[in-house]
């Protein structure tokens, strides 16, 4: 997959198929639409392109928070998993929201990608005030003699329900559902980071990690069963030949929260790794959530700790 960030330097694609939207998850509804974009490219003997913004045009035009399921280099590997030709991450700016439909139909739309084929939902709304819509897009493919594809009301809705449903599972520890949606686990990663070592004096090592980037979705507090990874793509104070020996993926549990039965008030992230104990500080991990386990619990003193956590060590390994 040829992945570009600079509109003013794209090819000529060869047939053009383009489809155009934020794609946040590139879950199962995506995933639908995505197949339909290859499909039609695979007909005529032409190029998929998928056109996707970052930031979230939301993130510009829209002063509520956002969280996404995916950041940008996420969504990129999991849509070079698609199987798509080429990608154009456009930057979205105000200027770029500012611009009439008319504006982005002739001078981005089709000035930038001569498209042979456009995929778009009936409810796709584009231009300075979202006034563009299927309607107009109709008349310039007449016009223009480009084809224009309408996605299925059940796809769209799917794609926008499932979107909205993933960020609400995933808050409220239903991981299931969440990966029902999505099809895959949902991931997240952390660079490792100094803790207080308070797991080591009670037989349970975590790696502690640092908060996502911000505009990162963190699932919602308690403690969950989990895979882990070292991410080879991701900086690291180490090199490679010197990191300990990690299996992978790795079995483990995470809590996330601010641990109370210590007095604690700030988020933390902590995995304890099983059958593992070997310094990783520096490292990146990718984490992915299997099942959530049980929320976040204050205990009477670290004994009742220790015997839950040897208790979700059981559940974990049962799950995993």
Do not use: C
């Amino acid at each position: 997959m040829k992945v570009f960030s600079n509109i003013d330097q794209l090819p000529a694609f060869t047939k053009a198929v383009v489809t155009i939207g934020t794609f946040d998850g590139v879950h199962l509804g995506h995933q639908q639409i995505i197949a339909q974009l290859k499909k039609e490219a695979m007909r005529i003997n032409g190029e998929t392109v998928l056109v996707t913004f970052d930031p979230h045009p939301r993130k510009i035009v829209s002063s509520k928070p956002l969280q996404l399921i995916n950041i940008l280099a996420e969504k990129i590997e999991l849509l070079e998993q698609q199987g798509i030709d080429n990608l154009v991450v456009v930057p979205f700016t105000a200027a770029f929201a500012e611009q009439s439909a008319r504006g982005y139909i002739e001078d981005f739309l089709i000035s930038r990608f001569h498209p042979h084929t456009v995929i778009i939902g009936y409810d796709h709304r584009f231009g300075k005030d979202r006034s563009g819509d299927f309607h107009l897009l109709e008349q310039y493919a007449r016009q223009q003699a480009f084809e224009l594809i309408e996605i299925p009301v059940h796809v769209i809705d799917e794609a926008s329900i499932s979107s909205t449903k993933i960020r609400e599972a995933l808050l409220q520890g239903k991981i299931e559902l969440a990966r029902h949606f999505l099809g895959y686990d949902y991931f997240f990663e952390g660079l490792v980071i100094e803790g207080n070592k308070l797991g080591r004096t009670i037989g349970y090592p975590t790696a502690n990690l640092q908060a996502p980037v911000s505009d990162k979705l963190v699932p919602g507090n308690g403690v969950y069963a989990v895979y882990l990874e070292i991410d080879k793509q991701q900086p690291s104070s180490k090199s490679d030949s010197l990191l300990p020996a990690f299996q992978s993926p790795a079995k483990g549990m995470m809590n996330i929260g601010i641990r109370p039965t210590i007095g604690g008030s700030n988020m933390v992230i902590e995995v304890n790794i099983f059958d593992f104990d070997a310094s990783i500080y520096g490292s990146a991990l990718r984490v992915h959530l299997r099942k959530y386990l049980r929320g976040e619990q204050k205990f009477n003193g670290l004994d009742e700790l220790k015997q839950q956590l040897a208790a979700d060590r059981l559940h974990a390994i049962s799950v995993l």
